[in-house]
């Protein structure tokens, strides 16, 4: 039980890191970067979390049969 509440736990922060990038970058401001450059460190580490809550949360669920 306490691996799904974790679980739950990163679901939300993966849930509100994409919403809070989501409102604080307009659509069009994305699609007006080059693909050449680097993108800004803001949404470089905003990518970071959500790899990393997504990956964690696939984990957990993993594991919530095990334990």
């Known amino acids: 039980m306490h691996i799904f ?4 736990a990163i679901v939300v922060v993966g849930t ?19 693909t050449a450059s680097k993108p800004p460190t803001r949404i470089r580490s905003a990518a ?12 957990l669920g993993r594991l919530v049969g095990y334990f």
Do not use: Y
């Open 16 to 34: 509100v890191n994409a919403l809070l990038l989501h409102s604080a970058v307009p659509d069009n401001r994305l699609l007006a970067r080059s």
């Open 48 to 59: 970071g979390i959500s790899l990393a809550a997504w990956l964690l949360a696939l984990t």
């Open 5 to 8: 509440i974790c679980k739950m």
